[in-house]
């Protein structure tokens, strides 16, 4: 019996002395830097020249245009892209798992790619791509799609778009990879008994794929939407937040107000805080929307 214990209280404590790095890492890491940012979102100043302001900052949150501005830039790329992102991971895995489907890697790996690309390289090429003399305006003028160059860069609501595409192009690929490996795990008599059922193919998608991939879309929306509430790279090497702040984001102006204005560590802290609780308010309605209602 004593034998048991004494084994029982070994693996015990090799189990802590495996995880315990890591939980201390975790903590030391995350948790004390979002302790220590929640304790700054209450001061003002920069450096050690900190004073202790009370709710001041939050106050000031919820009366600057500025902060509004980034807001209102960043759920419009959240409700345009995070579901056509989405959408289109869906149809890419499912063309992608046809068994008929010849050089399936060659186009596997062609979409997937771009998800493993330097942020700031992509950024700067499509930067580039987007000029006005780029090589998108230069297609479309020999297509005769277009007139007159259009200002990607320069105009407020082209600009977004291209922020859009770009997004898109770079994500998309990340999360078919997860529908892919979802819907080989899928029993493929399941699709047979629908077509002898008489299902047509986009039946059977609504139908049947969408319904068992339930999980793992949730899961890819919350992260995309976590991932685009934080979105930064992309906008500050496109268009740099302009024209004027007409594609500035949260996250490119806690940099702003941390690093390129006067600096103000304390408010950059409620503003990255003000980014966590739209992150908490929109993953409750996507858990609320999608989620299982039995759970």
Same mark, same amino acid.
Request: aromatic share 16%; with cysteine; charged share 10%.
């Given at each position: ?6 084994l029982?209280?070994?693996?015990? *404590? ?6 315990? +790095?890591a ?20 001061q ?7 004073? *202790? $302001?009370?709710?001041?900052?939050y106050?000031? =949150?919820? +009366? ?19 579901? =056509? ?5 869906? $149809? ?7 068994? !008929?489907?010849?050089?399936?890697g *060659?186009?596997?790996t ?7 690309t ?8 499509f930067k %580039? ?41 770079r994500?998309?690929?990340?999360n078919?990879?997860?529908?892919l490996?979802?819907?080989?795990n899928?029993?493929p ?8 059922d ?10 049947? !794929?969408v319904p ?5 879309? =949730? *899961? ?7 991932g685009?509430?934080? +979105? ?7 268009t ?7 594609? =500035? ?11 390129? %204005?006067t600096?103000d ?7 990255? %805080?003000a ?13 609320k ?7």
């Open positions: 019996m004593n034998s048991i214990k004494g029982q209280s070994k693996t015990t *404590f090799a189990g802590w002395g495996f995880i315990g +790095l939980t201390l890492m975790i903590c030391l890491f995350y948790f004390y830097p979002m302790i220590q940012a929640l304790i700054l979102s209450f003002t100043g920069s450096g050690n020249n900190l004073t *202790f $302001v009370g709710l001041d900052n106050k000031r =949150l919820l +009366l600057d245009p500025t902060f509004k501005v980034a807001v209102f830039n960043t759920v419009i790329y959240l409700i345009i892209q995070v579901p =056509l992102m989405i959408l289109l991971a869906l $149809v890419f895995s499912v063309m992608l798992n046809e068994k !008929t489907l010849k050089f399936k *060659f186009f596997r062609a979409i997937f790619l771009p998800a493993v330097s942020l700031v390289a992509y950024s700067v090429v %580039y791509l987007f000029g006005p003399d780029g090589m998108i305006n230069m297609m479309l003028l020999k297509t005769s799609l277009i007139s007159t160059p259009i200002q990607w860069l320069t105009d407020p609501f082209w600009a977004k778009i291209a922020i859009i595409i770009a997004i898109t192009w994500w998309t690929g990340y078919m990879i997860f529908y490996s979802s819907l080989q899928i029993d008599a399941i699709y047979e008994a629908a077509k002898i008489g299902a047509s193919p986009i039946q059977q998608f609504f139908k049947i !794929t068992l991939l339930k999980p793992i879309i =949730l *899961f890819t929306s919350i992260m995309s939407t976590i685009t509430l934080q +979105l930064f790279d992309e906008v500050m090497n496109i740099g937040g302009g024209p004027g702040n007409s594609t =500035l984001t949260i996250s490119q102006y806690i940099y702003n107000l941390s690093f390129k %204005y600096p560590f304390g408010y950059a802290a409620t503003v990255s %805080y980014i966590l609780i739209m992150i908490v308010f929109f993953s409750i309605i996507q858990f929307v999608a989620g299982d209602k039995n759970e």
